[in-house]
């Protein structure tokens, strides 16, 4: 791959998109549009400028982007409304085309419309989906680009590609009951009662083995405390007998 062009002044020039020759524009005057305007009417559809100038940047509209709770819409029924606008003082060049794209979670790249450059909004139908096109539940990267794809270099005065707006898709299925031989639904009927009638021998023989248990550590404490008072007496009485002795 050649080395990028430089410009005097030593940065590197955009040649995305450049239209023959070294004018500033192409094919149209610029206006600055009132604010109610459409911002992307009224721009050359080619152009090249200075690296002062930024890149354009979309604005939402709607839905809102929303990392925390996106968007959520429901495969087969929901109608997705996209809406956009971008600064008008600083897009500089009108899009050819602009195109409306949707990443799954496999990173698989769905294709919702293809919209003229000058449009603001673009819908998409999750109930007449493509044959062929399933949608998987989860979380979907909205991208939105011109003519250049989702992967244009960044060009003064130029609309970015844009990757901000997550939706979530989700999926409802009917209910199915199970008839496998694991299912049981009356299994657990009565329970209350089962669990008393198990548990009570159980009691029972709990109940027996402590009651042993101590019969059985207190006949043996009485056995140690009576050789005890035993050891005891034998002792008093060889210190009695050792008294009378040396009387």
Same mark, same amino acid.
């Given at each position: 791959m050649p080395p990028p062009q430089?410009?005097?002044?030593?940065?590197?020039?955009?040649?995305?998109?450049?239209?023959?020759?070294?004018?500033?524009?192409?094919?149209?005057t610029q206006s600055v549009p009132p604010n109610n305007a459409n911002p992307f009417v009224g721009k050359p559809t080619y152009a090249s400028f200075s690296n002062d100038i930024p890149p354009a940047y979309l604005t939402w509209k709607k839905p809102i982007p929303n990392q925390?709770?996106?968007?959520?819409?429901?495969i087969g %029924?929901?109608?997705?409304?996209? #809406?956009?606008?971008?600064?008008?003082?600083?897009?500089?060049?009108?899009?050819?085309?602009l195109t409306v794209a949707l990443a799954?979670?496999?990173?698989?790249?769905?294709?919702?419309t293809v919209v003229p450059g000058t449009a603001t909004s673009a819908n998409w139908d999750l109930a007449h989906l493509?044959?062929?096109?399933?949608?998987? %539940?989860?979380?979907?990267?909205?991208?939105?680009?011109?003519?250049?794809?989702?992967?244009?270099?960044?060009s003064p005065g130029w609309l970015m590609p844009d990757s901000r707006l997550v939706v979530a898709m989700y999926s409802t299925e009917a209910y199915?009951?199970?008839?496998?031989?694991?299912?049981?639904?009356?299994?657990?009927?009565?329970?209350g009662s089962s669990f008393r009638?198990?548990?009570?021998?159980?009691?029972?023989?709990?109940? %027996?083995?402590?009651?042993?248990?101590? %019969?059985?550590i207190i006949s043996i404490l009485n056995y140690f405390l009576v050789?005890?008072?035993?050891? #005891?007496?034998?002792? #008093?009485?060889?210190?009695?007998?050792?008294?009378l002795v040396d009387i």
């Open positions: 430089q410009q005097p002044g030593g940065g590197p020039m955009n040649t995305a998109v450049s239209p023959p020759g070294n004018g500033t524009h192409a094919n149209a925390t709770f996106p968007p959520l819409y429901k %029924v929901s109608n997705i409304t996209f #809406e956009w606008t971008v600064d008008p003082n600083v897009l500089k060049v009108q899009p050819a085309n799954n979670p496999q990173k698989q790249t769905f294709t919702a493509q044959p062929g096109s399933p949608l998987m %539940v989860g979380y979907y990267t909205v991208w939105v680009y011109d003519q250049r794809g989702p992967k244009a270099f960044p199915v009951g199970r008839t496998d031989s694991m299912f049981c639904p009356t299994c657990y009927l009565g329970g009638e198990s548990f009570l021998p159980l009691l029972t023989a709990v109940g %027996v083995a402590i009651f042993t248990s101590a %019969v059985m050789i005890f008072f035993f050891i #005891e007496r034998k002792r #008093e009485s060889y210190f009695f007998n050792d008294y």
